[in-house]
């Protein structure tokens, strides 16, 4: 099986400044990542990195077998951003018409949205309930509307690797539930491969299998079962927080 993502040796400054050093890793299909690390630490740096969205890094990133640099088949890499904005906010789309070209994307010719396709959409924006918003002009959402249309964008494609940069913020309780229940299911059914970049290191190992922790280089990558007994990282958290984030004990 090969790596959605492999990062060997990454390093990244901006100007003089190291934000990232020597960062290796590895994501498989089925993995469920949780990327954390403290403001700073290079966790949005790190995935815009290896997205393409920054360049002049050292050390080798291939995506799907295929190095970053002739990497083309970018419809299989959904990504959300923490801070959305609109280069045009005039744009007259509305979130129906957003959404959906998340599917046309996946289509050969003709490109045509269908009834069944309309459907779908209209399911999977009420799921993450914004279903109300359906012909609403994208330019009049909220910056927390925004985001959960560019979610449901994301979703629609069913992606092989998914990568969501603080998705939750912007979601109530309820629609975070529902949230991360499309995601499990994603992850678990169609093995869609996860980095989800979050600051909640106190609820990440509920829904992730894998922890990236990051300082600038890597402090821990593996499974929260090996994180719980790393004596390495209990030196470094505590005991306490140790079993925290692990969540193997909650």
Same mark, same amino acid.
């Given at each position: 099986?090969?790596?959605?993502?492999?990062?060997?040796?990454v390093?990244?400054?901006?100007?003089?400044?190291?934000?990232?050093?020597?960062?290796s !890793?590895?994501? @498989?299909?089925?993995?469920?990542v949780?990327l954390?690390?403290?403001?700073?630490?290079?966790?949005?740096? $790190?995935?815009?990195?290896?997205?393409g969205?920054?360049?002049? !890094?050292?050390?080798s990133?291939?995506?799907?077998? /295929?190095?970053?640099?002739?990497?083309?088949?970018? /419809?299989?890499?959904?990504?959300?951003?923490?801070?959305?904005?609109l280069?045009?906010?005039?744009f007259p789309?509305?979130?129906?018409?957003?959404?959906?070209?998340?599917?046309?994307?996946?289509?050969?010719?003709?490109?045509?949205?269908? /009834?069944?396709?309309?459907?779908?959409?209209h399911?999977?924006?009420?799921?993450?309930?914004v279903?109300?918003?359906?012909?609403?002009?994208?330019?009049?959402?909220?910056g927390?509307?925004?985001?959960?249309?560019?979610?449901?964008?994301?979703?629609?494609?069913k992606?092989?690797?998914?990568?969501l940069?603080?998705?939750?913020?912007?979601?109530?309780? $309820?629609?975070?539930?529902?949230? !991360?229940?499309?995601? /499990?299911?994603f992850?678990?059914?169609?093995?869609?491969?996860i980095?989800?970049?979050?600051?909640?290191?106190q609820?990440?190992?509920?829904?992730?299998?894998?922890?990236? @922790?990051?300082?600038?280089k890597?402090?821990?990558?593996?499974?929260?079962?090996? @994180?719980?007994t790393?004596?390495?990282?209990?030196?470094?958290?505590g005991?306490?927080?140790?079993?925290?984030?692990?969540h193997?004990?909650?």
């Open positions: 099986m090969d790596a959605c993502i492999r990062v060997s040796h390093g990244f400054q901006y100007g003089s400044t190291p934000v990232l050093e020597d960062i !890793f590895e994501v @498989f299909p089925g993995d469920f949780g954390v690390g403290h403001n700073g630490s290079g966790k949005t740096t $790190l995935m815009k990195v290896v997205l969205l920054l360049s002049n !890094f050292t050390g990133i291939t995506l799907f077998g /295929k190095s970053q640099s002739s990497f083309h088949d970018w /419809k299989r890499i959904g990504y959300v951003p923490q801070n959305i904005t280069s045009n906010p005039l789309a509305t979130v129906e018409e957003v959404v959906s070209l998340g599917l046309l994307s996946k289509k050969s010719f003709p490109k045509r949205v269908t /009834k069944v396709d309309k459907k779908v959409i399911a999977m924006l009420e799921q993450l309930s279903g109300d918003l359906k012909d609403r002009l994208i330019g009049n959402l909220s927390g509307q925004l985001q959960r249309v560019f979610l449901a964008r994301a979703f629609i494609t992606p092989d690797l998914l990568i940069d603080e998705p939750s913020n912007a979601l109530d309780a $309820l629609t975070r539930e529902q949230f !991360f229940s499309i995601l /499990k299911e992850n678990k059914e169609q093995k869609t491969a980095i989800l970049i979050t600051h909640d290191t609820d990440v190992g509920t829904y992730a299998n894998k922890l990236l @922790f990051l300082d600038q890597v402090v821990y990558f593996g499974s929260f079962p090996d @994180f719980c790393s004596a390495n990282m209990g030196k470094k958290f005991i306490d927080v140790q079993h925290a984030i692990c193997q004990h909650l």
